[in-house]
């Protein structure tokens, strides 16, 4: 990448400044390079100088003024430039910037790929939702920035592997049981009453009608304790196989569904706490066991084992990390977790250093709320009341692709509303048909050509000199940068972004430029070479987002 390029141009001019006196021998800051907003200031700019005169009392104009005199010439650089008050300042070369077309076109679908990872192993563990109950608009968020970022990170030369996590231990599961079953009993004409923790969703009430379905009574000649047995099983089986399905429908797929259950069942629990007592981490106090965060710097000690014997789930979170770092040995876990776990970063994060992980090795992104709408009227969501719209009707009504689009429109850390009206509209107003139809209308321009037999595998690119041409050709340039912005912060919706500004640009061109010529056919082969160019450029962001790039609307 230039971006890439210039960095290292820039840091070998600063060295060499060291070298020749020109500055003093400080420990160099590190360089950034950004795309200035103003296409006055070139392709590139870079504030370099000025953190150096913080450094060094240096003038920052001096120090750009001789760092430019020191970067040797590049063939992808027409100019560098100096502006107060200490900016360096670069302008791509025209002849440059049209060969990049070819060289697109050459990458294929590789392009905008970088090879950050280099192989390391990621596991990015998402979702993960109480198998009790349906999925709803808000865990499809979870599912999507989980979904797009391993996309993004696969791109980037990390080894990715997602993960569902499976909490079929515990008391959510333990109420989930014992409602079917007085679900169960109720639809066989016997009284039963629900939990008082219970699931009240109209779901419950279908799981209890298919499982008489498959088979009748025969639940209720068996004591309590064997029935129950047999319905938690079932009725998780058929909830797991509904949320795989419902994930499915949004393009979901994961690599491992891991349960909890086998946490305790393969001993791995014990091995983990144990590893913590020994390490001085493990403590008994009110009659209970706790995790003796604040010897970390937490702010409270927590508990891990209640009174009772049963262990809560932060227990459980400590041995699947046990499992992740120290028996799967990922380099790097990355969990996308719901807007009400935000306190337990803080101390998830102790404990797996306390287990000898460095805590960097941990990202946890918090998936905010998302407010679900009909333009301005509010559609309220509940999963305990019953009143539940599941995610399942959301993907069916507006379609998987706006799904994802609207899901990755904004940061994760920030609330959102999803407007069902407006992510069905078949106009400009709606992102997912302006970014879609840029695609099909290249694919429109494409297949003219292809009917008036236009070889443009011979087009000339070096003819494409025009704004509107080198606009479009700059803002496709832009995708490995964005890539890699993704994969080191971990927010997909860069890339929202990125679709819309070269959807706009796309459009701007087309308006601007003719493609397709009876008059011209030397620059037609050459703006069919850009288009074709700009069309994989855009279904490369689409996949990246998991989204279909439609060849026709």
Request: hydrophobic share 40%.
């Amino acid at each position: 990448m230039v971006k890439q390029k210039l960095i290292e141009m820039l840091a070998q001019a600063a060295s060499q400044a060291q070298q020749l006196g020109k500055l003093p021998s400080v420990a160099l800051p590190e360089v950034a390079v950004e795309r200035p907003q103003n296409p006055e200031h070139g392709d590139y700019a870079s504030s370099f100088p000025l953190k150096l005169a913080r450094a060094t009392g240096v003038s920052p104009l001096a120090i750009a003024e001789d760092m430019v005199g020191l970067i040797v010439p590049s063939p992808e650089i027409d100019t560098i430039t100096v502006a107060p008050p200490g900016f360096i300042n670069f302008t791509l070369k025209t002849d440059w910037l049209t060969g990049q077309v070819d060289s697109i076109l050459a990458a294929g679908d590789a392009y905008g790929n970088v090879d950050l990872g280099q192989g390391s192993r990621v596991q990015l563990e998402f979702v993960s939702v109480n198998p009790t109950g349906p999925l709803h608009v808000g865990h499809g968020r979870g599912a999507i920035l989980g979904d797009a970022l391993a996309n993004v990170l696969t791109a980037t030369g990390y080894k990715v592997e997602k993960e569902y996590y499976i909490n079929d231990a515990g008391s959510q599961v333990d109420a989930f049981y014992r409602t079917l079953y007085a679900r169960y009993q109720q639809c066989l004409g016997i009284e039963a009453e629900v939990p008082s923790n219970g699931y009240l969703g109209g779901y419950m009430v279908d799981l209890a009608k298919e499982i008489i379905s498959k088979d009748g009574d025969k639940y209720l000649s068996m004591p309590e304790k064997d029935a129950l047995h047999f319905l938690k099983n079932i009725g998780l089986e058929m909830m797991i196989t509904q949320i795989r399905n419902d994930l499915k429908s949004l393009g979901v797929e994961f690599d491992v569904w891991f349960s909890e259950q086998s946490l305790y069942d393969s001993g791995q629990y014990q091995t983990a706490l144990s590893r913590l007592r020994q390490g001085g981490y493990i403590g008994e106090k009110e009659g209970a066991t706790w995790f003796v965060s604040t010897v970390l710097g937490e702010d409270k000690d927590n508990v891990v084992v209640r009174g009772d014997g049963s262990p809560t789930y932060f227990a459980s979170d400590i041995a699947y990390h046990y499992d992740k770092f120290l028996v799967r040995k990922f380099d790097k876990v990355i969990n996308i977790w719901g807007a009400d776990h935000q306190g337990h970063v803080s101390r998830m994060k102790a404990v797996v250093g306390a287990l000898g992980i460095a805590p960097e090795r941990l990202k946890v992104i918090i998936s905010q709320l998302v407010t679900l709408r009909r333009g301005d009227e509010l559609v309220r969501i509940s999963k305990r009341s019953g009143d539940i719209i599941t995610l399942r009707e959301v993907v069916v009504e507006v379609g998987a692709d706006a799904c994802r689009f609207f899901f990755l429109s904004r940061s994760a850390d920030s609330q959102m509303d999803f407007d069902l009206e407006l992510a069905k509209k078949q106009s400009v107003d709606n992102p997912v048909y302006y970014v879609q139809y840029a695609h099909a209308r290249i694919a429109s321009i494409l297949r003219l050509a292809q009917q008036r037999g236009i070889d443009y595998g011979d087009g000339d690119v070096a003819l494409l000199t025009t704004e509107p041409e080198l606009t479009l050709i700059r803002k496709m340039l832009l995708l490995p940068e964005i890539v890699e912005v993704v994969a080191h912060t971990l927010e997909p919706h860069h890339l929202a972004y990125y679709a819309q500004d070269l959807a706009t640009v796309f459009h701007s061109f087309y308006t601007q430029c003719r493609v397709v010529s009876r008059d011209d056919e030397i620059l037609t082969k050459a703006r069919l070479k850009l288009v074709a160019a700009a069309k994989l450029v855009l279904a490369k962001t689409l996949h990246l987002m998991g989204m279909t790039a439609p060849e026709s609307m």
